[in-house]
């Protein structure tokens, strides 16, 4: 039987008086992948950030059973891997590849210990999944977006959590790199068993192993089901408040931007 | 011109210089290395007034003036940590108007203190000859403490300075290792008052960590770097006041940005960047 790994009962946001999350509720259960789809604006960042205790929320969430508010003892929040959009990183700022992918282990191990031989071929074992090892010793200010992003997949996955939120972590990469990336992230669902949580507004560029979509709009949750009934012509221009048309291909559903 | 140096190294007070010189160009240094990582020069800037306020403040109501000016770090970390937690506020803006107050308060101090001013004005630039036994005592506790700090927490501090956000989803304490910097920069600068005093201080909390920035892609040697170029700058800049008998703050602020321009002109660092953006590999993300 899957069991719930996250509960959200009525859980709202207030960001300088307003409600940018409406009473959301939302049950996650254990080897999911769910996607988070809404036009910008809608709150998906907002969702993920309530999940991974970055913002203070009104409701009631349950993590692995356990009622939490946006303050994070360490053991719920090893349990949580968080892959945020590309953020710049200088390229004269002194990480290396490899050591971006091992802060990964830093809250793991503790304080006054450091990661052993157990957590380096771990890391050298991601690395190479995602085909970045020949990268370890480059500056990470140095890489292109879509190779930061592959260590900031390494990286959460290092940590060896239960649940990953991936927020928008295609955005603003080349179409080629996307769907690397996106592949990525069914091998990394299919082999280390994990529920993920993907915030993304691109409808083509879904993870095959995506099964759930949850939609957002106005801070609301409009939909949450099989993804083949979300991408639907008139769920999605109902949505975004544009027309748009889907079709399918190789057993696969797109979406025309008319 | 050598015999002349270490025949006044014989002098108690000038023994004192140069150790309080050294702790304050790596204890500076270290802070500068989060401070330019951390892209935080208005902290710096708004703790060494908030010091020198504080000192002043102290004069005016006959307290230990770094006794005061550590409390008003302190109370100014308590009110910049939180800010900075918070989304909906921009902390420069606030930083800005924070620092411009903090300097309003030491002037407005300066103002009314009836006794010589002497004394503010050294808190201002700073005064290596008059330190006392206390002083350099306390300076050694604060640069051990800071160095512990380092030690200690050195995979934490790495996670933290390359992104908080991320460090915390981690599991990484972000929050305690970005309030003990807090504290540390507080008692870093209050405790430095009487070497560099509250104004010049501000230079060693930027250059040392922006020279290690031109040179180095490794933490630990970035650390190093900083260290033994704001120890220069203050070694340095010692000698140089006294052969050329100038004012010996303007002179360590002067080394430290000469060393700054040194490390910026033959950085190996810029040439690395420069050829990568010359020869773009789009292939990279591709692979």
Redesign the interface.
Known sequence: MTQDILTLKDVSVRKQKTLVLKGIHLRLSENEFVGVIGPNGAGKTTLLNVIAGFEEFAGELHVFGRKETWKRVRRTRLRIGYVPQLFPVDPGFPILAAEAVMTGAVGRVGLFRNPGIKEHAEAVRLMEMMRIAHLASRPLGQLSGGERQKISLARAILQKPDVLLLDEPTANLDIAVQKEVLNLMDEISKREALTILFVTHDFNMLPERMRRVVMLKAGEKVFDGDIHKALRSDTLSRLFQYPLETFERNGRRFVSYG | MVEQLLDILSYPPIQRAVIACVLCGASCALLSVFVV?MKMPLIGVSMSHAAFAGAVLGLLLGINPFLSGFILCLLVAAVLGPLSDRA?IAPENLLGILFSFLMGIAFLGMGILTQTKAGALNLMWGSLLSLSETDVWVLTAVTAVLILFVI??F??I??V???R?????????ERMIYYMLLFLTGAVVSSNLATVGGLLIFALLVQPGAT???L????K??FWISAISGILACALGLVVSYIFDIPSGASVVLIATLLFALAFLFSP??R??KR?ERNP?YE????
Not at chain 2, 216 to 219: A, C, F, G, P, S
Not at chain 2, 284 to 287: A, G, I, K, S
Request: hydrophobic share 45%; proline share 3%; charged share 25%.
């Open positions: 990582l909906d200690l927490f995979k934490e790495r996670a300075l390359f992104n956000r991320v460090a915390a989803s981690a599991g990484v304490p290690a920035l031109q180095t892609y490794n933490l040697s970035f660092k810029r690395l960047i990568n590999s990279n993300d591709v692979r």
